[in-house]
Antibody, heavy 125, light 106 residues
Framework: EVQLVESGGGLVQPGGSLRLSCAASGFTFSSYSMNWVRQAPGKGLEWVSYISSSSGTIYYADSVKGRFTVSRDNAKNSLYLQMNSLRDEDTAVYYC??????????????????WGQGTMVTVSS | AIQMTQSPSSLSASVGDRVTITCRASQGLRNDLGWYQQKPGKAPKLLIYAASSLQSGVPSRFSGSGSGTDFTLTISSLQPEDFATYYCLQDYSYPRTFGQGTKVEI
């Protein structure tokens, strides 16, 4: 079964750090780019970060740039998000999502086709 | 960053109704847009990619259309299990941006 399972969430004080993990199974992890997406309580979805299959290309949302670091270990089929200098507004459920590149009419499109169940991060004193 | 404006923010409909949700981009996206369904307490699910291509396993009552700046998700005959929030997501450029969501209440 194709699956993504996040872990590492919890309660942390403002200014603290946390490392999230996303374990992949059922597919060739090293062939896929990955994303982190978050959702604050009662709010909409917010894209956080992207990492290519080889880690050669990485992007961040402005809201986390300089504080969060995305990485992956293809040998361990795992994706990570190191979160430093956490703020109250980082409180959210964090999802990892696989990117499948689909081609239509000679154009490539990114589809977030597999998602994990999410892990809750609460930043509070 | 590209801004995605989704409307309406919520709607109430009955089983069997035709429902239309729109997403407008602040700049042209070609057809680099997807639609996602999220049920309470669950992860989002891909419905449509490339603006109009139906993801495998998704019922054919869901369809997408549009290109450039204006996109539409249509549910042709609403079913009870379609109660959910729907989001558009542009995959034209980084940072990726979602619409603010449309909550569909039955």
């Amino acid at each position: 079964e194709v699956q993504l399972v996040e872990s590492g969430g919890g309660l942390v004080q403002p200014g603290g750090s946390l490392r999230l993990s996303c374990a992949a199974s059922g597919f060739t992890f090293s062939s896929y780019s990955m994303n982190w997406v978050r959702q604050a309580p009662g709010k909409g979805l917010e894209w956080v970060s992207y990492i290519s299959s080889s880690s050669g290309t990485i992007y961040y949302a402005d809201s986390v740039k300089g504080r969060f670091t995305v990485s992956r270990d293809n040998a361990k089929n795992s994706l990570y998000l190191q979160m430093n200098s956490l703020r109250d507004e980082d409180t959210a459920v964090y999802y990892c999502a696989r990117v499948s590149v689909v081609t239509t009419k000679d154009m490539n499109h990114d589809a977030f086709d597999i998602w994990g169940q999410g892990t809750m991060v609460t930043v509070s004193s | 960053a590209i801004q995605m404006t989704q409307s309406p923010s919520s709607l109430s409909a009955s089983v069997g109704d035709r429902v239309t949700i729109t997403c407008r981009a602040s700049q042209g996206l070609r057809n680099d847009l997807g639609w996602y369904q999220q049920k309470p307490g669950k992860a989002p699910k891909l419905l449509i990619y490339a603006a109009s291509s139906l993801q495998s396993g998704v019922p054919s009552r869901f369809s997408g259309s549009g290109s450039g700046t204006d996109f539409t998700l249509t549910i042709s005959s609403l079913q009870p299990e379609d109660f959910a929030t729907y989001y558009c997501l542009q995959d034209y450029s980084y940072p990726r941006t979602f619409g603010q969501g449309t909550k569909v209440e039955i």
